[in-house]
């Protein structure tokens, strides 16, 4: 009893300086709420998030930071689906790329997935939902960062925290061991699809020299996963503590890497582990070894034959049994190389700081006391009044200070709208019963001289706003006609399913949903100049903007939670929006335009997006884009002009002179 009371006093002294300089580091941020939020993905399953999710606990609670956990969609876990808020949280950490924001609070992406994972699984719906995040934390690869920096921008990758898989206690400090013995723990998924397991050969010759303490699930599928090992030991739990106990028993552990991990510079959770746990690390050639640890471990590269890596490794064991101190000095250095720079308290102080900043930035743009800046026109389509009613209202109380609200609705429900809307709310009735879906511009007319914001965008009554992040990308439009907004589909699959997948802001126009019309801000004068464009929806108007020659801006932070789940079941109630055809007048000056364009390059940024610039608004201008557009032939600018009328309503004679002008400029 005197020895564990000795070696948890030692534990305790090692761990107090990472413990008590993250705590103070993160009392000092201003007006912090001291609880953080984690998702946890599978609740019901026991999986290797669930540890990782007790060890960010551990380390909170260690640096006086309350932590609530929430299911996949945001929701407080415990709670009648309510969604977590900027008031509950200073920020919430995603541990897996499935989940996309969905709430209104700082996100932290926490990016431990090899790139081949998003391959594997779906690149374009997972790194899309992974994008939807505000900051991103990483273990250090390169090749994350890269591609952090290629889809958001420099300005967002410059300002990524450390936050790797490791933890903050226990921490066991090192021993010598009468017998060195070599760990190692998995769930051997090679053996469920019939294939050999990447170090199937190892582990079983280190078996029958009976070196080997193995632990996983005993069974899944009616597969018995270990079966034939002497060293098998059962499963243990995911509770972010007993495995390290398991570590430190056995003297020496083996952090073999697969080939995707290696790939992408990530280090999985093994390593950090058996750093905790004061044992040996046997790992192979993962350069992250050598960079965190230097040349305190025993190197054993997956390239070599099978029984040269036994032999190495049951050389190393013999040699420690001989000489107990080289072990005790191995596994000192490698712990001290975890107290200095892995520790997970002082991580989290990081993480903690990167939210910090990224909250203040948006906090100072919008400050609610500051004038509205940006007219929401609501078109309410939703079925249950109830139901509108409490959208409206509750965006009306969320935008105070920062949006101003108008909602156009059917004459004959004018009198219940006005006395059941917020006060702030201004009420607009349709000139007629409303049997169909107006487009944006309809709704503009209607509003008319209600409007005084600089910026305007039009919602359908299914949309949650964001309001900070939408207002801070009103602000950092200024100047441009058109921003797009990154925003978040709710919808369902056949079988009733709900999903919450990311969109970009400039995203292809085309693969955008019809109904995510509040995804963009428009500038109020700029609408004001084209009235006579009546009809026209708001992804022609987007082009518009392009064929004026004009900057469409992107801002991808996430604004806006778009519901089409309900929506699509009601539309039956509602006409599509009129199609009438452009009159000669606007036509004319559109053509005109357009001819300018063909060399300018405006046309491309319309078909190509692209974010080039190192701030958080990312211009798509012509500029951006001058050197494809030098190496375009003649006839290629032809087809893409011509592509971009067709997304415009035309007469029958506009078609018919285009296809006279191709006739006769040649272009088949």
Same mark, same amino acid.
């Given at each position: 009893m005197e020895a564990a009371d000795h070696t948890a006093s030692d534990a305790t002294a090692a761990t107090s300086g990472p413990v008590t300089e993250a705590k103070q580091a993160i009392a000092s941020l201003p007006g912090i709420k001291g609880t953080i939020a984690v998702i946890r993905m599978w609740p019901e399953q026991a999986c290797a998030e669930h540890e990782c999710v007790e060890r960010i606990r551990t380390a909170a609670e260690l640096v006086g930071v309350r932590v609530i956990e929430l299911d996949k969609f /945001?929701?407080?876990? =415990?709670?009648?689906?309510?969604?977590?808020?900027?008031?509950? !949280?200073?920020?919430?950490?995603?541990?897996?790329?499935?989940?996309?924001?969905?709430?209104?609070?700082?996100?932290?992406?926490?990016?431990?997935?090899?790139?081949?994972?998003?391959?594997?699984?779906?690149?374009?719906?997972?790194?899309?939902?992974?994008? &939807?995040?505000?900051?991103?934390?990483?273990?250090?690869?390169?090749?994350?960062? *890269?591609l952090v920096r290629a889809s958001r921008g420099d300005f967002v990758?410059?300002?990524?925290?450390?936050?790797?898989?490791?933890?903050?206690?226990?921490?066991?400090?090192?021993?010598?061991?009468?017998?060195?013995?070599?760990?190692?723990? =998995?769930?051997?998924?090679?053996?469920?699809?019939? *294939?050999?397991?990447?170090?199937?050969?190892v582990l079983r010759e280190l078996d029958k020299?009976?070196?080997?303490?193995?632990?996983?699930?005993?069974?899944?599928?009616?597969?018995?996963?270990?079966? =034939?090992?002497?060293?098998?030991?059962?499963?243990?739990?995911?509770? #972010?503590?007993?495995?390290?106990?398991?570590?430190?028993?056995? /003297?020496?552990? @083996?952090?073999?890497? &697969?080939?995707?991990?290696?790939?992408?510079?990530?280090?999985?959770?093994r390593l950090f582990e058996a750093m905790a746990a004061g044992a040996v690390v046997i790992g192979d050639e993962h350069p992250f070894l050598s960079a965190a640890i230097g040349d305190n471990y025993i190197r054993v590269p997956s390239s070599l034959p099978a029984e040269e890596r036994v032999k190495r490794i049951m050389e190393a064991l013999e040699r420690f049994g001989r000489d107990p101190q080289e072990a005790l000095a191995l596994a000192s250095a490698s712990q001290q190389r975890l107290l200095e720079s892995y520790h997970l308290c002082t991580q989290l102080a990081n993480v903690y700081a990167a939210a910090h900043r990224f909250s203040e930035r948006s906090r100072a743009l919008t400050l609610p006391s500051a004038?509205?800046?940006?007219?929401?026109?609501?078109?309410?389509?939703? /079925?249950?009044?109830?139901?509108?009613?409490?959208?409206?209202? =509750?965006?009306?109380?969320?935008?105070? #200070?920062?949006?101003?609200?108008?909602?156009?609705?059917?004459p004959k429900l004018r009198e219940w709208f006005e006395g059941s809307l917020d006060a702030a709310v201004q009420v607009v009735p349709l000139p007629d019963a409303q049997t169909r879906i107006l487009d944006p511009m309809e709704c503009f007319e209607l509003a008319g001289n209600r409007l005084t914001c600089p910026k305007v965008a039009f919602l359908l009554g299914i949309e949650e706003v964001f309001p900070e992040t939408f207002a801070a990308a009103c602000i950092e439009a200024q100047g441009h006609p058109v921003a797009r907004v990154g925003h978040i589909l709710r919808h369902r699959d056949k079988t009733g399913n709900v999903f919450y997948d990311y969109f970009r802001g400039? #995203?292809?126009?085309?693969?955008?949903?019809?109904?995510?019309? /509040?995804?963009?801000?428009?500038?109020?004068?700029?609408?004001?100049?084209?009235?006579? @464009?009546?009809?026209?929806?708001?992804?022609?108007?987007?082009?518009?903007?392009?064929?004026?020659?004009?900057? !469409?801006?992107?801002?991808?932070?996430?604004?806006?939670?778009?519901?089409?789940?309900d929506y699509e079941q009601i539309l039956y109630r509602f006409a599509p929006p009129r199609?009438?055809?452009?009159?000669?007048?606007?036509?004319?000056?559109?053509?005109?335009?357009?001819?300018?364009?063909?060399?300018?390059?405006?046309? !491309?940024?319309?078909?190509?997006?692209?974010?080039?610039?190192?701030?958080?608004?990312?211009?798509l201008s012509a500029e951006n884009l001058i050197e494809t557009v030098h190496a375009m032939d003649q006839e290629k600018r032809w087809r893409i002009m011509l592509d971009l009328y067709k997304s415009i309503p035309m007469p029958l004679w506009v078609n018919q002179f285009v296809t006279f002008v191709r006739t006769r400029a040649g272009i088949r």
């Open positions: /945001g929701h407080i876990v =415990g709670t009648p689906r309510q969604r977590v808020a900027r008031e509950d !949280v200073d920020f919430v950490i995603h541990l897996h790329y499935e989940t996309a924001k969905t709430y209104d609070a700082v996100s932290v992406a926490a990016m431990w997935n090899p790139t081949q994972f998003y391959f594997d699984w779906g690149f374009d719906r997972h790194w899309s939902n992974q994008m &939807s995040h505000d900051v991103y934390a990483y273990t250090g690869s390169p090749e994350i960062k *890269k990758a410059a300002d990524m925290p450390l936050l790797n898989h490791t933890l903050a206690d226990p921490i066991i400090p090192p021993r010598v061991h009468d017998e060195y013995r070599v760990f190692y723990c =998995g769930i051997n998924w090679e053996k469920l699809t019939n *294939k050999p397991a990447r170090h199937d050969a020299q009976g070196v080997l303490d193995v632990y996983g699930p005993t069974e899944i599928r009616g597969v018995k996963l270990w079966d =034939g090992y002497k060293g098998y030991h059962g499963s243990l739990p995911f509770d #972010g503590r007993t495995i390290i106990g398991k570590i430190a028993d056995a /003297g020496a552990c @083996l952090v073999f890497s &697969s080939e995707a991990h290696i790939n992408s510079g990530i280090m999985s959770s004038e509205p800046v940006v007219d929401l026109i609501v078109q309410p389509l939703y /079925g249950d009044a109830n139901i509108v009613l409490q959208r409206v209202n =509750g965006l009306a109380k969320s935008c105070q #200070g920062r949006a101003r609200i108008t909602a156009i609705v059917d400039a #995203g292809d126009l085309n693969t955008l949903h019809e109904t995510a019309s /509040g995804c963009v801000i428009f500038d109020r004068d700029w609408l004001a100049n084209r009235v006579p @464009l009546r009809t026209i929806s708001w992804k022609d108007l987007c082009r518009m903007a392009v064929l004026d020659r004009q900057t !469409v801006v992107d801002c991808p932070t996430t604004a806006i939670v778009i519901d089409i789940t199609a009438v055809p452009l009159d000669i007048e606007t036509m004319t000056r559109l053509s005109g335009n357009v001819q300018e364009s063909i060399s300018s390059g405006a046309i !491309v940024a319309a078909c190509r997006p692209a974010a080039v610039t190192a701030d958080p608004v990312r211009g």
